[in-house]
């Protein structure tokens, strides 16, 4: 049901725009950097910074502002009310303990990949992951597997509601080529990703259906590029990923 524009409160759109600025990537920014990265003018941007701080969901040590735990209360209720995490985690841990590598599962969230639940065996990005983490979903495995389970127009709008930004030299940008892409992704049913997130990053995905077959979330394996080539980990990794999402299928609403 459509919401009346009189019944939007616009100062806590514009404080939720500030808070969803901060990242993994950008954890501590200046007011001119969340103005910019949310769209909102400096004047805004600064009055819903220092109110954050004020109500001690951000800190400001006059330059910078970042968030504070008290930010997960946000986020903590909706992750206790999902059961996909619930469900995923032994399994998860069961995985990671099996392979001896990092496996995540997240959900889609517009343009972006959320965590919802990580075992991590070892560090294999610069960045710590774990759930409530973003990353977009072009250029990750679990990204593209549930792009891929979109309709065709509707992946395509995806792609293009943001800009597409390289990380490495190896992201794939062109809209034609991530189509092209996509349509691999759902022929095979898995997605390769070989350092596009990250040099020195390979990952492996598919998709977690519920039990009508919808598409519910992703599951991947993250390994070391120095660990295995590309071409091997469907061998490796595809069969235990696989073992897990016919587990889950009966599990998940």
Not at 103 to 125: C, H, N, P, T
Not at 204 to 230: C, E, H, M, Y
């Amino acid at each position: 049901m459509a919401t009346a524009e009189r019944d939007i409160m616009g100062g806590l759109a514009k404080g939720l725009l500030a808070i969803e600025t901060f990242t993994a990537e950008r954890p501590r920014q200046s007011i001119a950097e969340v103005a910019t990265a949310s769209g909102l003018d400096r004047a805004t941007a600064r009055r819903c910074l220092l109110t954050l701080s004020h109500f001690g969901y951000a800190d400001y040590d006059g330059k910078y502002f970042t968030l504070t735990p008290r930010v997960l209360r946000l986020g903590t209720a909706c992750l206790a009310t999902m059961p996909l995490p619930q469900v995923i985690q032994p399994l998860l841990d069961q995985l990671s303990n099996q392979l001896g590598e990092s496996s995540s599962v997240s959900i889609l969230d517009g343009s972006e990949i959320v965590y919802v639940a990580r075992a991590a065996q070892r560090k294999v990005m610069s960045i710590g992951l774990m759930p409530g983490s973003r990353l977009p979903a072009f250029c990750t495995s679990m990204g593209r597997v549930m792009l891929a389970a979109l309709p065709e127009a509707e992946a395509r709008a995806v792609l293009t509601s943001t800009p597409l930004l390289a990380r490495t030299s190896h992201t794939i940008t062109a809209i034609p080529a991530l189509m092209a892409e996509l349509a691999r992704v759902r022929e095979a049913g898995y997605a390769l990703i070989d350092q596009e997130v990250e040099l020195g990053l390979r990952s492996i995905a598919i998709p977690l259906f519920n039990a009508r077959g919808a598409v519910v979330a992703a599951l991947n394996v993250g390994v070391a590029a120095t660990q295995a080539r590309s071409e091997e980990l469907t061998t490796l990794y595809l069969p235990a990923l696989k073992l897990v999402q016919d587990q889950l299928r009966a599990l998940l609403s």
